[in-house]
């Protein structure tokens, strides 16, 4: 055979090859979507642990995401280890992660609801970009939750995780029980989505247990939203202060506002939703004290809903002079006392408070809507 006839076809055909593994290496996230049988994301909760699988096909578009891409709960969460990690584990087809953490690490909290303890946290998916700096997926925040009821021993019944997500709850000695909720807009159900656009409007509702206390009135004193789970973290933005004075209704076409109060152990609140231009994150965190007071009390200057509808404040149990002191320029600097003990007496009131946390909320840009 002349080799010198077959080497300039041979060279033609070899480097056909490197180029068409060149471009397979670079598209080796994507592949055909299969059809799914089982879904993304599936959670077992332990006695004492939850373990999170997650299929690599996260969102079912082919595009197939990393282990280092996935982390519960905040990434500067760590313990020994990083068990808050997602690692893969072998399977016979499409790739899988696996993430077991007690439910004690990874900055899981635990709340409570009338029947069952709930154990809460996300799950964080943030992509690595390219080499060339191209990213194929956006950011997401999946909310985890384990709920173990009350009437069992922990470990002790067969234990079913729920989707509902985003229900925060304080308890206070075993009787007083704070909660901040997402609501539908219709107000008849907890909202089962984190995800909203500017442009909407959140819908959020305090709300107080009262077991075997008196008739309880709720407030909300001061709420801070942060990119964070820090409430004490930069960017900050405190759109409730001052004892409940809703300062983000003041923003020009603010929709922004407390509703007429229907139930004394109820609050709803709307708000317009929002982001931080400085940081990148889609991502709002929550953290509200929330107050509750006899609800034979009057309304006080501080213990109140107060909105500004048509460019007065107004008060959402009525007695709107409660809230002229929002409009001070000069307010209370000295916050070291602002929050008061449970059950402490301030001459004749007596009041209970408790910080609670709600997120992530995720807040896109109106144009990816």
């Known amino acids: 055979m002349d080799l010198s ?20 290496e670079q598209h080796r996230r ?12 599936l959670v077992t909760c332990k006695g004492d642990s939850m373990e999170v699988l997650i299929r690599a096909d996260l969102f079912g578009t082919g595009v197939f995401v990393n282990a280092g891409e996935l982390h519960l709960g905040p990434a500067d969460i760590k313990g020994a280890d990083d068990p ?7 399977t016979v087809s499409e790739p899988e992660f696996k993430i077991h953490a007690r439910l004690t690490d990874c900055g899981t909290q ?19 970009p390219s080499l060339e700096g191209v990213v194929w997926t956006s950011p997401a925040a999946i909310p985890i939750d384990c709920h173990y009821q009350k009437r069992f021993e922990v470990g002790s019944a067969a234990l079913i995780p729920s989707w509902i997500p985003l229900v925060v709850t304080a308890s206070l000695q075993k009787q007083l029980d704070f909660s901040l909720r997402l609501m539908s807009d219709d107000w008849l159900f907890v909202r089962g989505s984190n995800v909203y656009y500017l442009g909407d409007v959140i819908h959020m509702q305090a709300a107080v247990v009262m077991g075997n206390h ?5 407030y909300v004193d001061s709420c801070t939203a942060t990119a964070t789970p820090n409430p004490s973290s930069s960017p900050r933005y405190e759109f409730i202060d001052h004892h409940g004075c809703l300062s983000d209704g003041q923003v020009a076409g603010s929709r922004s506002l407390f509703l007429t109060r ?10 317009d939703a929002f982001r931080f231009h400085q940081t990148a ?14 609800a034979s009390q009057p309304v006080t200057a501080t213990h109140r809903a107060c909105s500004v509808i048509d460019h007065r404040w107004r008060s959402a149990d009525g007695g709107d002079q409660a809230c002229n002191s929002c ?3 000069e307010r209370m600097k000295n916050q070291g006392q602002r929050h008061l003990e449970e059950g402490r007496n301030t001459g004749s009131l007596q009041e209970w408070g408790h910080p609670v946390h709600l997120g992530p909320l995720f807040v896109l840009p109106a144009e990816k809507r």
């Open 30 to 41: 994507f592949v055909v979507p299969p059809f799914p049988t089982s879904p993304p994301v």
């Open 214 to 218: 008196l008739p309880l009135r709720v």
């Open 327 to 329: 409009d001070l320029w």
């Open 262 to 271: 229907a139930r004394d152990d109820q609050l709803h609140l709307i708000l």
């Open 5 to 24: 006839l077959t080497s300039p076809l041979l060279t033609a055909f070899l480097t056909s090859l490197l180029v068409f593994i060149s471009l397979a």
């Open 281 to 294: 994150e889609d991502l709002l965190y929550l953290t509200c004290y929330l107050k509750a007071v006899p």
């Open 84 to 90: 808050c990690a997602a690692f893969q584990i072998e």
């Open 110 to 128: 635990l709340s409570f609801t009338d029947q069952s303890l709930v154990y809460s946290n996300t799950l964080v998916y943030s992509p690595s």
